[in-house]
Antibody
Framework: QVQLQESGPGLVKPSETLSLTCAVSGYSISSGYYWGWIRQPPGKGLEWIGSIYHSGSTYYNPSLKSRVTISVDTSKNQFSLKLSSVTAADTAVYYC???????????WGQGTLVTVSS | AIRMTQSPSSLSASTGDRVTITCRASQGISSYLAWYQQKPGKAPKLLIY???TLQSGVPSRFSGSGSGTDFTLTISCLQSEDFATYYC??????????FGQGTRLEIK
């Protein structure tokens, strides 16, 4: 059974870059599927950030595209998120997830809270 | 972007009740719709995809229906563990994928 675990700093300063990693176990990223990031500001709904295939093909939310980079490291069986020029509006719980065969999210990490504050 | 609107935003019900949550898309999305359950402090859990296909391991009291712009999630006999927030998600247009604002199901 696939398991995902987010890791990274819980506090990021405004204007800096948020960096998170999602370690995948129980499944080899190289075997297929898309892998994605979703975030949820405290007390609010879900926002799709983007997704990546093991080959490196990516799709980003147009509202975040200028600031987002998602990458994959098949040798470590993990994928990563970078979000640049963060502001307080980027404070959220960030989830990584495996994308089902047609873009539903079928397996999720537990989430990690990232706070943007000086 | 396709806008997903859920109704109601919150709902009070009792165990044993039958409840229905509605999700409306701002344009037709065929059957490219998923439903999730989220409990406080936890990640969302996939319940249904392709509008009506139950994810493996999800109890049969959950069901989904609809196509085009109007969809429903029905819980046939509420259990205590079903009190949570529910989200719909469209994946007809993946740039961007969008979620409804959520429906909070509370104990009456």
């Amino acid at each position: 059974q696939v398991q995902l675990q987010e890791s990274g700093p819980g506090l990021v300063k405004p204007s800096e870059t948020l960096s998170l990693t999602c370690a995948v176990s129980g499944y080899s990223i190289s075997s297929g599927y898309y892998w994605g990031w979703i975030r949820q500001p405290p007390g609010k709904g879900l926002e799709w950030i983007g997704s990546i295939y093991h080959s490196g093909s990516t799709y980003y939310n147009p509202s975040l595209k200028s600031r987002v980079t998602i990458s994959v490291d098949t040798s470590k069986n993990q994928f990563s998120l970078k979000l640049s020029s963060v502001t307080a509006a980027d404070t959220a719980v960030y989830y990584c997830a495996r994308v089902g065969s047609s873009s539903w999210y079928e397996a999720w990490g537990q989430g990690t809270l990232v706070t943007v504050s000086s | 972007a396709i806008r997903m609107t859920q109704s109601p935003s919150s709902l009070s019900a009792s165990t044993g009740d039958r409840v229905t949550i509605t999700c409306r898309a701002s344009q037709g999305i065929s059957s490219y719709l998923a439903w999730y359950q989220q409990k406080p402090g936890k990640a969302p859990k996939l319940l249904i995809y392709a509008a009506s296909t139950l994810q493996s391991g999800v109890p049969s009291r959950f069901s989904g229906s609809g196509s085009g712009t109007d969809f429903t999630l029905t819980i046939s006999c509420l259990q205590s563990e079903d009190f949570a927030t529910y989200y719909c998600q469209q994946y007809y247009s993946y740039l961007p994928i969008t979620f409804g604002q959520g429906t909070r199901l509370e104990i009456k």
